[in-house]
């Protein structure tokens, strides 16, 4: 076998058109093929400006840096070969990327428009953006670097020329701790003589509307922008041009700017007077360089279809759920205003847009009615192109006004917007519906992926930590999340109370962690979203072999854990006061007494002819009262056993034996409270035997009782699940594991409400919130993309395709392939780029037998089981084998 070079060489940092790094970025390759294991690395690094430098690594995932500290502005090169003791790999390519401007080297100030003390005080959404600008005189520049950042949304121009392809910079983040700077060779727009910088600024995270009740964010309340532009020159010399006093501001002719109501845009608008900018007036926190991918238009999707409806208004078809916005290439003659709104229905009688389900109401207040509005006036110039670069949508659907102006389809572009995963996986089988629900639930996280993982697109659009935790172990098989969750986690460490709560969501807008919403605060702390503290970086570092994900974090999750601890030992529910005055000895580790927000989301049951049954639960304030310590006790199990595990490899052995030992009681104390000795729970739901089996919650004794109840209860429901938000994901794995893997693929196929396929029949292009999103009668409920129950698609990969890591392995040193067919699926192929190579699968049956291929890459090790339990081991390279059925 050929030796071949190491691949794909990556630094732990982001960057728009080119990787920009902090001080000190870790390095990541793929290994040679064909070099022996064990194996070592040569590093050949090239710092410009300095001799050449060669180091050598044991490693190649995230390896720390080897040489000095970075300084600001200095570009790397760097390439890595593979060696045993006989023989060395071919060298990579070499790999480029260059430092960002370190914090302590920015000598910009903070400036802010002239006006924004006024039009602060404007409604939130119905306040304009602004335009920073200066002016400077150069000679012939050989190299520019434009370094800027902001509190609010910016765009930074070089002489009308648009610096890089990021949007919606600098990102969502937790403004009081963190923001992010961004950079661009802009070297091709400056000009000999005079230059122009201009900065639009609006809202944006920082100071828009925040969820679904659309409260203001309360990062800050001035814009504020920053910006430093290093020339060198063709003489030698260097300048740097900066904001600073001598900027001006300006009114733009964006007169409205939301990121979640639109943006109104007038073409026609002349610019309003330039004053003098406010310097300083905003405190910021040091800037530092993101690790994720930046947001950027992904793909471009023309309209499936245009429709005219009776009162004149075009109704634009996308084909497809996704976030984003339109961009119009024909806006009519001078003066036209076309108006835009965006929604993912149509009304099934009307054939108009509606949005109606995306309205809502908090108990006392009045409806918050849904908005996604674009408009713009045409200034009639040759060329004139419209994009709405200061809001992003969630749509498939758009309704354009503009009286009796004619429109063209192909002046309509869905212009798909979102962070820049990487993809990783693949998957195909031989079920076309299978094949198609995969494709649904990746669309699903796409348009929830736009800078952090956000719950839906629309109504609420904030970082839902249990939606993260519960879809994040099928993100990692469709894209590298790494980077992106890095820079999430981070949000998350920002807003921790100082109790050690952790809030709903993050970036947190409203900032919980001040207490200043009663409500707010009583809803935060709840198990399964706050335990996203511990089980998202446990996933990551897992999937990626990344300490840093434990390290970071440790803190945070102890801080977690022990409030939980702290909680579960002092507050009761009242149904266990009643039971008993003094706690029962256990009851110190039921976590039940504080809030939870339960399994949520579980389907509304439905009468004999087919009308849903509202259980008394659903009123606020006997569901806010209902004991949800099954569910709390559960996950304070797992968090508190995950935490013994991190701490055991960050080599904290007195907490490692600590939370062990605590994990045990947790787990005796949820066996004595909400399991009797036949196997069946106290509440007796689906979900409960799901978290049974998935978190080893059940002695080895019960768990064929548990696993037959579990299929008892789904076969008494016609085969459909009852599971809600946090037990969907593992309902499929553990039927399967335990011996039903005929009744998981009943439940996976189903047709009927509650299902996934049920969803495709009714026309979904994204995962629904509720299972019957769209209903009988072709009305929208609630969301129509929320990606929780996309976590189906984990099975497809790990069960139906059969890849998944093994136990106790990191980073894909270790993976098994364990397929599982089925009657309904005759073959499955996939693909994986784990941290090590790709790995690929491929099996079909034929007559009696299985067909299986798999490829392995360098550094890991393969078991390939099949259905009659013999296994395999396979070392790098292809694997094929056939066995009976």
Request: proline share 7%.
């Amino acid at each position: 076998m050929a030796t071949l070079a190491p691949y794909d060489l990556t630094i732990d940092f982001g960057g728009d058109l080119f990787p920009v790094s902090g001080s000190c970025p870790r390095l990541s390759w793929k290994p040679s093929e064909g070099i022996p294991v064990p194996a070592h690395h040569e590093l050949g690094i090239h710092v410009d400006g300095h001799p050449p430098q060669t180091v050598r690594s044991g490693d190649h995932l995230f390896v720390d840096w080897p040489v000095r500290p970075l300084r600001s502005g200095e570009r790397v090169r760097w390439r890595v070969r593979t060696h045993s003791d006989l023989e060395f790999s071919p060298w990579s390519t070499w790999h480029s990327f260059e430092a960002g401007l370190l914090d302590t080297d920015w000598t910009a100030h903070w400036i802010t428009p002239a006006d924004d003390p006024e039009t602060a005080r404007l409604a939130p959404g119905t306040r304009p953006a602004h335009v920073l600008r200066t002016t400077f005189t150069a000679a012939e520049v050989v190299r520019a670097r434009l370094y800027a950042t902001a509190l609010g949304v910016y765009e930074a121009f070089v002489n009308g020329e648009r610096a890089g392809t990021a949007v919606l910079s600098p990102g969502s983040t937790s403004y009081d701790h963190t923001v992010y700077a961004q950079t661009a060779d802009v070297t091709s727009s400056l000009l000999i003589g005079t230059n122009t910088v201009e900065i639009v600024l609006s809202d944006g995270w920082y100071r828009g509307q925040v969820g679904a009740f659309r409260k203001p964010a309360g990062w800050g309340e001035l814009l504020g922008a920053r910006l430093e532009l290093h020339l060198e020159l063709a003489d030698g010399t260097r300048r740097v041009v900066r904001t600073d006093e001598h900027w001006t501001s300006a009114s733009s002719s964006i007169a409205r700017a939301d990121l979640m109501d639109g943006q109104v845009t007038d073409l026609l608008a002349p610019r309003g007077p330039e004053r003098p900018v406010l310097v300083d007036a905003v405190t910021a926190p040091p800037i530092d360089w993101s690790p994720a991918p930046p947001v950027r238009v992904i793909e471009d999707r023309p309209v499936a279809s245009l429709t005219r409806l009776p009162n004149g208004a075009w109704i634009a078809d996308f084909g497809q759920n996704a976030s984003g916005w339109i961009a119009l290439t024909d806006l009519g003659p001078a003066g036209t205003r076309t108006v835009i709104d965006h929604g993912e229905h149509l009304d099934p009688v009307t054939g108009d847009l509606t949005t109606s389900h995306l309205d809502i109401q908090r108990p006392g207040d009045p409806v918050t009615v849904f908005v996604q509005h674009v408009e713009v006036v045409s200034a009639g110039a040759t060329g004139e192109v419209f994009e709405p670069h200061h809001t992003v949508h969630g749509f498939r659907y758009a309704r354009l006004q503009r009286g009796e102006v004619p429109l063209d389809a192909s002046s309509l572009t869905m212009r798909v917007v979102h962070t820049d995963l990487r993809p990783t996986g693949t998957f195909a089988c031989s079920h076309q519906d299978l094949n198609r629900l995969h494709e649904v639930a990746r669309w699903s996280f796409r348009g929830n992926a736009v800078d952090v993982p956000t719950d839906c697109p629309t109504r609420e659009r904030i970082g839902w930590t249990g939606d993260y935790q519960v879809f994040l172990p099928s993100a990692t098989r469709l894209y590298d999340v790494c980077g992106f969750s890095h820079k999430w986690l981070r949000s998350v460490r920002d807003d921790q109370f100082d109790d050690g709560r952790i809030a709903n969501f993050s970036p947190d807008g409203r900032r919980a962690k001040l207490r200043g919403d009663e409500r707010l605060d009583m809803m935060t702390g709840s198990a399964g979203w706050g335990d996203a503290v511990v089980l998202v970086p446990w996933e990551l570092y897992t999937t990626y072999g990344d300490r840093r994900f434990l390290a970071e974090n440790w803190d945070a999750m102890v801080r977690w854990v022990e409030w939980g601890l702290t909680t579960a030992r002092t507050a009761r529910h009242p149904s266990r006061v009643a039971r008993s005055a003094e706690p029962l000895p256990h009851e110190e580790f039921i976590w039940d007494g504080s809030f939870h927000w339960g399994e949520w989301c579980e389907p509304t049951p439905r009468a004999a002819d087919g009308s849903p049954v509202e259980p008394a639960e659903e009123e606020p304030e006997v569901w806010m009262k209902t004991d949800k310590g099954e569910v709390g006790t559960a996950f304070l199990y797992r968090s508190t056993s995950t935490l013994a595990k991190i701490a055991r490899i960050l080599g904290h052995e007195t907490d490692a034996v600590r939370y062990t030992l605590l994990a045990e009681r947790i787990r005796d104390a949820w066996r004595t409270e909400f399991l009797d000795h036949t196997g069946r729970t106290t509440v007796d739901t689906q979900a409960s035997y799901v978290r049974a089996l998935a978190y080893d919650l059940a002695p080895e004794k019960l768990r064929d009782a548990v696993a037959a109840r579990l299929a008892e209860l789904i076969r008494a429901a016609d085969t459909h699940l009852s599971t809600g938000f946090l037990s969907t994901a593992h309902l499929l794995p553990v039927l399967t594991d335990t011996g039903h893997a005929d009744l998981a693929y009943q439940v996976l196929l189903q047709r009927t409400y509650p299902s996934w396929l049920g969803m495709l029949d009714r026309g979904a292009t994204t995962i629904w919130e509720d299972w019957d999103g769209v209903d009988d009668n072709g009305d929208a409920h609630a969301s129509l993309n929320h990606y929780s129950k996309g976590a189906v698609i984990g099975f497809l990969h790990t069960h139906t395709l059969g890849l998944r890591q093994a136990e106790d392995s990191v980073a894909w040193e270790r993976f098994v392939v364990a397929p599982v067919p089925h009657a309904s699926v005759q073959w499955a192929r996939g693909t994986f780029d784990s941290p090590r190579g790709t790995i690929a699968v491929e099996w079909r049956t034929e007559a009696d037998e299985l067909h299986i291929t798999v490829d392995v890459p360098p550094t890991s090790t393969a078991t390939l089981v099949f259905p009659d339990g013999e296994e395999l081991t396979a070392g790098p390279g292809r694997f094929t084998a056939r066995r009976p059925q």
